[in-house]
């Protein structure tokens, strides 16, 4: 087993940077046996991205015949990543690796549809296994493309530090962390304490973390006076996000 993993090339953006998908991989980072990372963008503007995809795809080459790596497995969603994926897939067929693409995208039917599935299609049969986080996606893969070669990876969660203190709270504590926008919740879920803010006044606090509409989330905390009981914190990652669950 270590062996494949060995001959792997983990494919995606910054793992420092904030996202979900930089989040995944830093978990591979730390728990998987070995781990050869290949960084296909940048948080730090276009052209450092330009940069690092135009490394990523000479040092494919050094990696398969140099190196001897035979397997690409990139992390993906939609937009500009999905573009870039594509490259990098074709270029990865053309070296002669195999190719796994892990769709991370919770827009990928709206995307997909758009861009036409033909031309999706010409990028995912270059493919040797589709990954995806749920059944669901399986399901549309499978039913939209006539993919036998589709599987479920559940992100990884990391095992409970149980050398952190638990503290006892007389109220009741909620803790949110993730993209800020409509798509997560966080603003129904605000809308709800809004209108039963009397109520629920010294009895729950909402701990709120993560990257998005942030000054939207400000500016609705502010409006409605709920700083008593919603309180954002930033981006959180590595111990202090341990801490927190």
């Not at 990543?81 to 270029?91: A, H, N, P, Y």
């Not at 129904?188 to 109520?199: G, H, P």
Request: hydrophobic share 40%; glycine share 8%; charged share 25%.
């Amino acid at each position: 087993m270590n062996e494949i993993f060995d001959r792997t090339i983990y494919i995606g953006p910054d793992i420092n940077g904030k996202g979900g998908i930089s989040a995944v991989l830093k978990s591979y980072s730390d728990n998987l046996p070995e781990f050869h990372y290949l960084q296909s963008n940048s948080r730090h503007g276009t052209l450092a991205g330009l940069f690092y995809l135009i490394y990523l795809l000479t040092a494919l080459l050094v990696y398969k015949y140099v190196l001897g790596y035979r397997i690409l497995h990139i992390h993906g969603a939609t937009g500009k990543s999905f573009i870039r994926k594509s490259l990098i897939i074709s270029w990865g067929k053309i070296l002669g690796y195999k190719i796994i693409f892990h769709n991370h995208g919770a827009e990928t039917k709206e995307y997909y549809a758009k861009r036409g599935i033909d031309v999706i299609r010409k990028t995912l049969d270059k493919c040797d296994s589709i990954v995806v986080l749920s059944s669901v996606w399986k399901e549309y893969f499978e039913q939209t493309f006539g993919y036998k070669n589709v599987s479920i990876i559940n992100n990884i969660v990391a095992h409970a530090d149980n050398s952190i203190r638990t503290e006892k709270h007389n109220n009741i504590r909620l803790l949110f962390l993730g993209h800020i926008g409509y798509r997560k919740g966080i603003f129904d879920l605000l809308d709800v304490i809004t209108d039963n803010k009397d109520f629920l006044d010294n009895k729950i606090e909402l701990i709120i973390g993560g990257n998005g509409e942030i000054e939207k989330l400000k500016s609705i905390i502010e409006h409605h006076r709920l700083q008593n009981m919603v309180k954002y914190i930033g981006w959180i990652s590595g111990r202090k996000k341990f801490e927190l669950f």
